[in-house]
């Protein structure tokens, strides 16, 4: 079954505690991306990637990092997290053709104390 | 860049009532358009999405849009509404040139649907 997979899906932490949020993509795609959900506010962008050892910022980068030494993974880091990173997160995959669909996963939420 | 605007955080409705689910783009360039529903704790999963071509989009589970380029908008309909259609909904756009893989969000639109 084509799917994107996050781990853990749910998360308690505790503010400067550095952690990973793992996602995993079987489908063989290109390009992967990090929202966070947030009330009132959508999804936005964390960071994405176009292909292997390819990652750029996003709209809300500040706080994070990613990597992508596998196309099928790309792990969100947060270093030293803080409350505000308090949030739903999704990653999506997607190929690089164009107008091809995105796949999310189904999300991880984080809370920061 | 872009910019999406969902008139409506909530929308109460009845059942087998129709709804509407406004959205509004703001883009410099040619954009594709989608709109995602999310179920209670779940991920997002794509209802329809707007490339060319014809204005009016199906999409699954009964739900269409229609875009309109004149008054920027995509808005999204259903004729007869279910209780398994509570959910919150989200339009998205995305850029043509930059291949339509970043998706910029809408704030979403909580619909509950009641008996």
């Known amino acids: 079954e084509a799917q994107v997979t996050q781990n853990p899906r749910y998360l308690i932490t505790v503010t400067g505690k550095k952690l990973t949020v793992t996602c995993s993509q079987n489908?063989?795609?290109?390009?992967m991306s990090w929202y966070r959900q947030d009330p009132g506010l959508g999804l936005r962008q964390i960071y994405y990637?176009?292909?292997?050892?390819?990652?750029d910022k996003g709209d809300v980068p500040e706080g994070y990092k990613v990597s992508r030494k596998e196309k099928r993974n790309f792990p969100l880091i947060l270093e030293s997290p803080s409350p505000n990173q308090t949030s739903l997160y999704f990653c999506?995959?997607?190929?690089?053709?164009?107008?091809?669909?995105?796949?999310f996963g189904p999300g991880t939420r984080l809370t920061v104390l | 860049a872009q910019s999406v605007t969902q008139l409506d955080s909530q929308v109460p409705v009845f059942e087998e009532a129709p709804v509407e689910l406004r959205c509004n783009y703001s883009?410099?360039?040619?954009?594709?358009l989608f709109w995602y529903v999310q179920y209670p704790n779940q991920g997002l999963q794509l209802l329809l999405k707007?490339?060319?071509?014809?204005?009016l989009v199906k999409g699954i589970n009964g739900f269409e849009a229609e875009f309109n380029k004149s008054q920027t908008s995509f808005h999204l309909r259903k004729p007869s509404v279910h209780i398994s259609d509570t959910a919150e909904y989200f339009c998205?756009?995305?850029?043509?040139?930059?291949?339509?893989?970043?998706?910029?969000f809408g704030t979403g639109t909580q619909l509950k649907v009641e008996l």
């Open positions: 489908m063989n795609h290109e390009y």
């Open positions: 707007y490339l060319s071509g014809s204005t």
């Open positions: 999506a995959s997607s190929s690089l053709v164009q107008d091809s669909e995105q796949f």
């Open positions: 998205a756009v995305s850029d043509i040139t930059g291949g339509g893989n970043k998706l910029t």
């Open positions: 990637s176009m292909n292997v050892e390819v990652t």
């Open positions: 883009s410099s360039v040619s954009v594709y």
